[in-house]
């Protein structure tokens, strides 16, 4: 009996073993057949791989079929170089591969002089024929053009088919699933929330800070369908979002944002019940708050060895000063109540060849966002406030952290022999200031205490650790 259960667990664990590691989804594939002339196998065939994205050259060997496979490639434009000595050498060059795409190119060699080479051109364009994912692609180039918001979330909508924004129903929706139903990952890490499932610790689409600016994205990869099922909990889309990495060639930019009140539009009137009888309803337009917002951008990426450790760093302050002015009915005084927050956002990464076989990919993400005031009086048509004159100024603040660190180690043994490993830690919560040493609770509409566990969540944080492993034969 304990012999079967070993076998059992042996086979379970070779099961699982073979099983690529496509949840972080952080590398794409090459692979093909190399052939004669007369369609023969050739073995021995070294074939080359070079890209702008990727550190270092991958070189694979054909096998006793002919086959060759590059398992674990950056996603990035990529000229494939194969030779044979008694062989004329081809070239096949904008080979374009995304994100979690496994692409087939098969070359055939003719006997002839090594001084030649073939180079392919005029070729119909690489598709993914192993996979039948419904996905929508989106490169940084491609980013800087369309609309969109600060945050990666935003380009969804834009991007993919049978995507939309829904805030009646948590979020983005693929195909009319639910916003909770989704996944995100950014550099491997599963960024999806550990109590909402939304996307990141704080969603935007409730006001919040961005997760991910789209400044730092390289390329983003939406799935509504078809994705494998190592995506735990998707049962409506998945978004994996690769961050930009360095080069061999220093490249760097600064700039900025800029937005007031003073570059918005005409208020839009909203309605609500008129405070004196609640049998009627009234459209109304409040006077708008005073704002500056101010996002300066840096970024620069380079080698630190040539073909063999490369970073990338950028950091984007985000500066926004907001002031409302507002009368109290009660009293009569007239106040200017300010909302002043500062919210940095840096994110930077090293990856290295360590070895001919072994590469690695460390990145970091850090926010903080600095919240000066988190209330102020709400106003009537006419610029005043039925608030109270004693709760203004709030003296609570809130500072609240979102941190997360991936590290993606892929290791190439031969062209049979693929070992990826992921692993990730993710912090986020919130700090609150003002209010003394002591918990403090509001009741809304009933007198009965908090329970004990909503007690525990009125100051609150969350971690997430992420790991993952996987070994393809």
């Not at 460390?362 to 039925?386: I, M, Y």
Request: proline content about 5%; glycine content about 10%; hydrophobic content about 35%.
């Amino acid at each position: 009996m304990r012999g079967c259960r070993r076998v059992l667990l042996v086979l379970a664990f070779v099961a699982a073993a073979v099983t690529p590691s496509v949840a972080q989804e952080t590398r794409g594939s090459i692979e093909g057949l190399v052939k004669d002339s007369t369609g023969g196998a050739l073995p021995g065939v070294v074939v080359e791989a070079r890209s702008p994205s990727l550190v270092g050259v991958a070189t694979a060997v054909s096998t006793g079929e002919g086959a060759y496979r590059f398992p674990a490639l950056a996603p990035g434009v990529y000229t494939l170089t194969v030779s044979l000595q008694g062989f004329t050498p081809a070239k096949q060059e904008h080979i374009v591969l995304e994100l979690g795409q496994i692409l087939k190119i098969n070359f055939t060699l003719s006997p002839g002089s090594v001084t030649e080479t073939v180079n392919v051109v005029a070729v119909s364009p690489v598709i993914d024929v192993k996979q039948n994912a419904a996905a929508a692609t989106v490169e940084a180039e491609a980013i800087e053009r369309i609309p969109k918001g600060r945050d990666f979330t935003t380009l969804v909508a834009f991007s993919a088919p049978g995507a939309q924004s829904e805030s009646r129903n948590g979020g983005l929706q693929f195909d009319g699933s639910s916003g909770s139903e989704n996944r995100f990952y950014i550099d491997g890490m599963d960024r999806t929330n550990l109590r909402t499932g939304l996307a990141g610790g704080f969603e935007t689409n409730t006001g919040g800070n961005p997760e991910l600016l789209t400044d730092f994205i390289q390329q983003m990869v939406i799935k509504s369908s078809g994705y494998n099922a190592e995506h735990r909990a998707a049962t409506g889309g998945t978004v994996s979002v690769v961050t930009k990495s360095g080069g061999n060639a220093w490249h760097g930019s600064m700039g900025t944002y800029f937005n007031s009140d003073a570059l918005q539009g005409r208020e839009r009137p909203s309605i609500r019940l008129n405070p004196r009888d609640q049998t009627l309803a009234e459209y109304i337009v409040t006077p708008p708050d005073s704002y500056k917002l101010w996002e300066p951008t840096i970024e620069l990426g380079g080698p630190v060895l040539h073909d063999r450790l490369w970073f990338y760093s950028g950091y984007v302050p985000r500066i926004r000063r907001d002031a409302r002015t507002a009368t109290f009915q009660t009293n009569g005084q007239t106040g200017v109540f300010r909302d002043d927050t500062v919210d940095h956002n840096a994110n930077y990464n090293v990856t290295a060849q360590l070895t001919k076989a072994l590469r690695a990919k460390f990145a970091v993400s850090n926010e903080r966002f600095l919240d000066g005031t988190t209330s102020r009086p709400s106003l009537e048509p006419d610029g005043t406030t039925t608030g109270n004159p004693a709760l203004f100024p709030s003296p609570l603040k809130s500072n609240t952290f979102d941190d997360s660190y991936t590290t993606v180690v892929d290791y190439v043994a031969s062209s049979k022999l693929y070992v990826n490993v992921t692993g990730g830690y993710w912090l986020y919560g919130t700090r609150a200031t003002g209010a003394g040493t002591t918990i403090r609770h509001t009741f809304s509409g009933s007198k009965a205490p908090p329970s004990v566990a909503a007690r525990r969540r009125s100051i609150w944080r969350m971690t997430g650790f992420s790991a993952g492993w996987g070994l393809s034969v």
